[in-house]
């Protein structure tokens, strides 16, 4: 267990942190935990790898050499986006760093999520900006970027948002679509007065605590009526993150579009190219027993079409060499979607294959740190990267937390658990919890009772046995109902039991809620506002201050 520094209020004090290896928690696939343990090993696909940090100031020769000469426009850009995020003057002095021909950029970015969505959101720009420290303080020049996937048309998938309220219970907050908005960008989706009505109420359901009014402040302010959810989720992570200068970037900005147009020509030009090379690769990562993330086929094209509804279409491409926008009758050919890439480059939004790669042509990007299906696309999209010319940039897996307050601890060291044991479910620990601290008399004499009966009964078979053996076989049959109906009993008395002992329950239901939340990781559905409102801004102070980039497990705070 290492410590590091926490500032509060009340004065200095340590966090406690432990790690715990991804190899131990469920539900991690082969290629993630592989590209963990030796991310060399696996350079077929990840070309340009690198296995700590420290390496990558090798690389900034290479990124700098290879970025287009568009740096002053992007930052000019990137200037009027942060001023009406409301970014602090520290993010604009980034912008001006950036400007410099030797500055790299370290690039991370999630979906649109509503409340800022689940807490890996945090973890991941707080991640970006540890590395760009370091980075800064070894020699090598370095800002932190956040790409907001505001272009992303799943707005179920950014619709939700789960912290927990005044009872210890997981409360979840869900936003319905309207019908009219289901395939255009959730980031030019109008937030209604329904919508900030739902979101003021969850936060409502929070306990009252001191950083209470600010919380609700922050969101409420983001979140209003009228606004755009893209928006809203700029606005909250410039604000939430205005210490750190973390730059914030909206690419649905038509300036943004433009200075990419010559990378999405290239991609339409060259498209067979890159269909070839991924289903290639595809079986290469199967051959190696690894999955894809992103299913390819024939018709794959790296890009979406923005009709004059706003919504955005997948483009597909045809047996004769034309290219087919989803919902449209009629093909279009490779000429006229390339002259459009240079008239209307804000029609075009790359997919998840070509998304990365735009990116490194707007930054000098020198990496990219993600979760574990980021990783997996990575082992895809290097492909893209390579048929366009364009340096593979290195991806790294962004730090990985649970938060265990005081009380919680308490709970995990009254029951001689261990943090990986809540894996086994709420309903699986509950038994032995009871048999060995709330009631090990009625399990001594559940024991004893099954070995009485087990015991008389085997005298009854063999005195059956000599009479029919098929008396003995018969009896056979209902002594296993009977163990069956006991076990049954046991466990609706280790349920009742577990009630009835009203502290034990609650310790045990709260302790699972906020620890395993829907039975994942509590960075998985877990919103930031829970913590904020409890610890208000320090909160995020002290996540940063528990980074430990070689640290490549899931690592554990307690607060």
Known sequence: MKESACREERGPTNLAVESLAFSEVPGQ?????????????????????????????????????????????????????????????????????????????????????????????????????????????????????????SEDHDFAEIAEAFNIDASG?????????????????????????????????HLASLPKTEFTNSTNKLFNDCWKAGSTYGQAFCSFIAKIFADYGLIVVDPMSPRFK?????????????QRSITDSLLERDAELSGGGYHSQVLIDKEHVPLFWINEAGERRAIKATDDGQFRVNGERESVSPEWLIEKTTTEPERFSPGVMLRPVVQDYLFPTICYFGGGAEIAYFAQN???????????????????FTIIEAKHARTIKKFEL???????????????????????????????????INSELGKLAEELNKVDPTLAANLATRQRKIAYHIAALQKKFHRVQGERDETVDRQLRTAFTELFPRNGLQERSTGVATFLNRHGSYFIDWVYEAIDLDDKGHRIIYL
């Not at 400007?99 to 945090?122: E, F, K, M, N």
């Not at 209604?192 to 109420?201: K, V």
């Not at 290097?382 to 962004?398: A, D, Q």
């Open 382 to 400: 290097s492909e893209v990267y390579r048929v366009l010319g364009r340096p593979s940039t290195p991806i790294f897996h962004r730090q990985s």
């Open 258 to 270: 433009a200075l990419s147009s010559p990378l999405i020509g290239s991609s339409i030009e060259i």
């Open 29 to 149: 696939t082969k290629l993630f935990l592989d590209y963990l343990a030796d991310p060399n090993s696996l350079s077929k696909f990840y070309p340009n790898v690198v296995s700590s940090i420290s390496e990558l100031s090798g690389n900034a020769a290479e990124v700098l050499g290879s970025y287009p000469h568009h740096r002053g426009e992007v930052c000019d850009v990137l200037d009027d986006q942060n001023k009406q995020f409301g970014s602090s003057q520290k993010t604009y002095e980034n912008i001006e760093k950036l400007r410099q021909s030797d500055c790299v950029a370290v690039l991370t970015g999630q979906q649109a999520g509503i409340l800022g969505g689940p807490l890996y959101t945090i973890y991941k720009a707080l991640t970006a900006i540890k590395a760009a420290d370091d980075l800064t303080n070894s020699g090598t020049p370095a800002v932190p970027i956040f790409w907001a996937a």
């Open 169 to 201: 219970k997981l409360a979840q907050l869900a936003i319905k679509s309207d019908a009219k908005n289901e395939s255009k960008p959730v980031g030019s989706i109008i937030i209604t007065e329904d919508d900030a009505a739902a979101i003021a109420e």
């Open 418 to 452: 261990e943090f990986k044991d809540i894996f086994a479910g709420f309903e699986s620990l509950l038994p032995a919890i009871i048999e060995r601290f709330v009631n090990p008399k009625a399990v001594e004499t559940f024991s004893e009772t099954e070995e009485t």
